[in-house]
DNA sequence: CTTCAAATGCGTAAGTTTTACACAAATATA
DNA sequence: TATATTTGTGTAAAACTTACGCATTTGAAG
């Protein structure tokens, strides 16, 4: 039974990653809709039965291949009533990271193609999709100062100077290399394995390592993390 | 047009208030549906062509009489895909404040009665209402600690000690009375008035405003409030 | 093999913010 | 006039942040 609502329920999922400096977002190309080949954020419409999580995961992994890592509901935007000239549109907005290295794009069903563009290089979007994606980037951006959100887009073992670039490029801001460790080795959850960086110049850095284990132990603690750097 | 989906979107006010050293939630006791007699967070269906929040502050006024002045999305709850039986629903949660006092409850057509609640006597409430209540605590806890949220909630002159007892009913802490001070003066967009606190025993204090121009102005340079006290 | 540049690891002094508390001033009431 | 109550202001100690200096380890160049 449905009442008289003329409002279709959609999903859509804003997928960061991050290399070689740089930060990425996951689009598509359209391959059906009023707005074919545009690009745009992977998503679609909700199964009846299905959970919301579970439709982005769906969507996300059809158009793209990418299976999501990290996934947090975002904000649900409803108010761009002439989305789609046929009906309203609600859609319940994700946001989530992924480490990208070796992730091969496979783009199915609604997607043409799939592809990692660096935020500073995307162009127009379909939709409100751009507005999305700003939403997106702001809630990465304050989330890195209270939450171990960062380490989602690294390797899981990784030189202290790679958690302290993706920082700064997230944060567009210069962070004092020194001041950066003595905090984020104070809060407790990164540690240091035995291992060494193999390539590159200068003196190889040891590898740490996130232990969400140790995370969450703290959390539970109530101990705040306010990373903030100069 | 519509999709084969079957599948109704709601919204849902937690509309907040604080008098006398405690902190309310405006509940409706339910006039319809399955759950009907239960008490419940007001709310409805979104009409077609409505904004969300417009939904919302429509529901809140014709279930309660009371007419919401901050609000803002709260999240999306769309999993308990057995809320109502006949079909689906995904409601999206808005949080809000509002002065109780002089609001006359007026409870119309979904509602049978409408009441605050002090948020230690909550009964037990309809579908996953009391998940969401609990939600909505944790984000007014977190953003009185970086927003000014809390002034909405006392009149529009208020003595030093009301703020101060505002902060520590909510986050339920004892707060330094004369650090708060200091801390939230230094803020820049509380100022202060020339009226005094009228009635009550002891020294009457200076009544204190929050002047939201200002808060805008340092809003803009990036100032950070981070209020937090011991 | 020595020198150099680059990246890493560690430490410390100065500056800023938070925390803990003490006491004087203004009012109502007994 | 004395007392309880609430308000207004200050200040020292502790904790944390910020700004740097310098020695160490590596690969590459001479």
């Known amino acids: ?19 070689d400096q740089s930060l990425f977002v996951l689009l598509i190309k359209q391959k059906y809709g009023s707005q074919k080949g545009k690009w745009a954020l992977p998503g679609g419409f909700v199964l009846d039965n299905e959970k919301l999580i579970d439709a982005v995961k769906r969507e996300v992994r059809e158009e793209t291949g990418v299976k999501v890592q990290y996934l947090e509901q975002l904000y649900t935007f409803g108010d761009n009533i002439d989305r789609d000239p046929r009906f309203r549109v609600v859609s319940v907005a994700y946001f989530g990271t992924v480490n990208p290295k070796h992730m091969i794009l496979n783009p199915t069903t609604d997607a043409l193609e799939a592809k990692w563009y660096a935020i500073d290089t995307i162009p127009k979007l379909a939709f409100d999709h751009s507005d999305i994606i700003k939403v997106a980037l702001e809630r990465l951006r304050s989330k890195l100062n209270y939450q171990p959100i960062g380490f989602n887009l690294l390797d899981s073992k990784f030189p202290f100077s790679d958690l302290e670039q993706l920082y700064m490029t997230i944060l567009d801001q210069k962070i ?19 291992e060494f960086r193999k390539s590159g110049s200068g003196r190889p850095g040891k590898l740490f390592r996130f232990n969400s284990k140790k995370y969450k132990e703290l959390e539970k603690k109530g101990i705040n993390l306010d990373i903030k750097f100069a």
Chains 1, 2 share one sequence.
């Open 1 to 19: 039974m449905k009442l008289a609502q003329n409002i279709n329920l959609a999903v859509d999922g804003i997928i960061f990653g991050y290399e």
């Open 176 to 194: 004092d290399r020194r001041n950066f460790r003595k905090k984020v080795l104070s809060l407790g959850f990164v540690e240091e394995t035995d």
